[in-house]
């Protein structure tokens, strides 16, 4: 447990080593300040994403930070990190000792009850709420194990009766948890539940959940959870920007009925893969050739990483606070996203990510 001594960690210095490389075509310098400056008080974690816009004002950035309780964050987060101390903006504020609570409870015991069911907790922060003394997230998305097989329905019971709750301080009421259980049952023929994402903030009650799912499997799942005639034509869109990518994940929202809104979001491990992808983005007007361009020379890893072996260095935040700054990022594009509203437009996002590695010693 840290003492009142313990250094406070910070995530300042993991943001200005991503600054300068942070394409302003996306990114605007403003929105890049914005984040520098709220990330004063926040804790470090050894994954951070940005959600920006393929069109649009490049100033509306998101912040997003990945709690994990293998990199040390969630220690920091929930208070039993032993040497890094939180923020006192954050550690005084309702909105972060609620999700410091949860994070003891998902993950300080080793043989917690909850702790099999979640593996990671991603906060996002909207640009709105980033200034003042304390930047407070508006969305959290719980990353599942896999709910394939007869353990699915426990572990949709236990965020829906237990996890959820906990994080919005308020019960799901009966309509919703019996639509988001009979949804993940529906879609499991053809998808399994990836993330589970709730409003902190937002006045949005909808609950989403994050499938799997094969790109030609898109218009079956969307049929089996229920959304008619918008399931095949909301398949064929995506095969269009899909092209031949196989990750994919489709995102619904639930409250006490289904949709509106549908997102799908395309995944591309490879840099050729990410070229294709936005050159169709771009085709749709869904993306600007400007934007596209700036958008390649995100993805770089550090020269150092080449020829190093993957044992000497390491995910887990350093104890010494003045090494904080020292973490080797690894800059990806994570996924782009399309929305597909009920009007039949469409609204295109891209999440850019930077994994830290620190070497060990």
């Given at each position: 447990?840290?003492?009142?001594?313990?250094?406070?960690?910070?995530?300042?210095?993991?943001?200005?080593?991503l600054a300068?490389?942070?394409p302003?075509?996306?990114?605007s310098?403003?929105?890049?300040?914005?984040?520098?400056?709220?990330?004063g008080p926040l804790?470090?974690?050894?994954?951070?994403?940005f959600?920006?816009?393929?069109?649009g004002?490049?100033?509306?950035?998101?912040?997003?930070?990945?709690?994990?309780?293998?990199?040390?964050?969630?220690?920091?987060?929930g208070?039993w990190?032993g040497?890094?101390?939180?923020?006192?903006?954050?550690?005084?504020d309702?909105?972060?000792?609620r999700?410091?609570?949860?994070?003891?409870?998902?993950w300080?015991?080793?043989?917690?009850?909850?702790?099999p069911?979640?593996n990671?907790?991603g906060?996002?922060?909207?640009?709105g709420?980033l200034d003042?003394?304390?930047a407070?997230?508006?969305?959290?998305?719980?990353d599942?194990?896999?709910?394939?097989?007869?353990?699915?329905?426990g572990?949709?019971?236990?965020?829906?009766?237990?996890?959820?709750?906990l994080?919005?301080?308020?019960?799901?009421?009966?309509?919703?948890?019996?639509?988001?259980?009979?949804?993940?049952?529906?879609?499991a023929?053809?998808a399994?539940?990836?993330?589970?994402?709730?409003?902190?903030?937002?006045?949005?009650?909808?609950v989403?959940?994050?499938?799997?799912?094969?790109l030609?499997?898109?218009?079956?799942?969307?049929?089996?959870?229920?959304?008619?005639e918008?399931?095949?034509p909301i398949?064929?869109?995506?095969?269009?920007?899909?092209?031949?990518?196989?990750?994919?994940?489709?995102?619904v929202?639930?409250?006490?009925?289904?949709g509106?809104?549908v997102?799908?979001?395309?995944?591309?491990s490879?840099?050729?893969?990410?070229?294709?992808?936005?050159?169709?983005?771009?085709?749709?007007?869904?993306?600007s050739v400007?934007?596209?361009?700036?958008?390649?020379?995100?993805?770089?890893?550090?020269?150092?990483?080449?020829d190093?072996?993957?044992?000497?260095?390491?995910?887990?935040?350093?104890?010494d606070?003045?090494?904080l700054g020292?973490?080797?990022?690894?800059?990806?594009?994570n996924h782009?996203?399309?929305?597909?509203?009920?009007?039949?437009?469409?609204?295109?996002k891209?999440?850019?990510?930077?994994?830290?590695?620190?070497l060990?010693?």
């Amino acid at each position: 447990m840290p003492t009142a001594s313990s250094p406070v960690a910070s995530l300042a210095p993991q943001l200005a080593k991503l600054a300068p490389h942070l394409p302003p075509e996306i990114v605007s310098p403003a929105a890049v300040a914005q984040m520098q400056r709220a990330a004063g008080p926040l804790f470090p974690a050894s994954g951070v994403g940005f959600e920006a816009r393929l069109t649009g004002d490049p100033s509306h950035v998101d912040l997003c930070v990945r709690v994990s309780p293998k990199d040390g964050s969630a220690a920091i987060l929930g208070g039993w990190h032993g040497d890094h101390a939180l923020a006192p903006p954050l550690a005084e504020d309702t909105y972060w000792q609620r999700l410091s609570r949860l994070s003891r409870l998902l993950w300080a015991a080793d043989d917690g009850l909850l702790k099999p069911f979640v593996n990671r907790m991603g906060l996002e922060l909207d640009k709105g709420d980033l200034d003042g003394a304390c930047a407070r997230p508006s969305i959290v998305f719980f990353d599942l194990p896999d709910t394939d097989g007869p353990n699915s329905a426990g572990l949709v019971r236990t965020l829906t009766d237990i996890v959820l709750p906990l994080a919005l301080e308020k019960s799901l009421g009966k309509v919703q948890r019996r639509l988001i259980a009979a949804a993940v049952a529906a879609a499991a023929p053809v998808a399994g539940l990836r993330h589970i994402g709730a409003s902190l903030r937002r006045p949005d009650p909808a609950v989403r959940l994050v499938f799997r799912v094969p790109l030609a499997g898109i218009a079956e799942c969307l049929t089996r959870l229920g959304f008619g005639e918008r399931a095949g034509p909301i398949g064929k869109g995506a095969s269009i920007i899909g092209g031949d990518l196989t990750e994919i994940s489709l995102q619904v929202d639930i409250t006490e009925t289904l949709g509106p809104r549908v997102g799908v979001e395309f995944h591309a491990s490879k840099a050729e893969d990410w070229i294709g992808l936005l050159r169709r983005l771009t085709m749709h007007g869904l993306c600007s050739v400007e934007r596209a361009v700036a958008l390649a020379g995100w993805q770089r890893a550090p020269a150092e990483l080449v020829d190093m072996p993957r044992d000497s260095y390491s995910t887990l935040l350093p104890s010494d606070p003045a090494r904080l700054g020292q973490g080797m990022p690894v800059r990806l594009l994570n996924h782009a996203k399309v929305s597909f509203m009920p009007d039949g437009s469409l609204e295109a996002k891209i999440y850019l990510y930077a994994g830290f590695v620190w070497l060990r010693g």
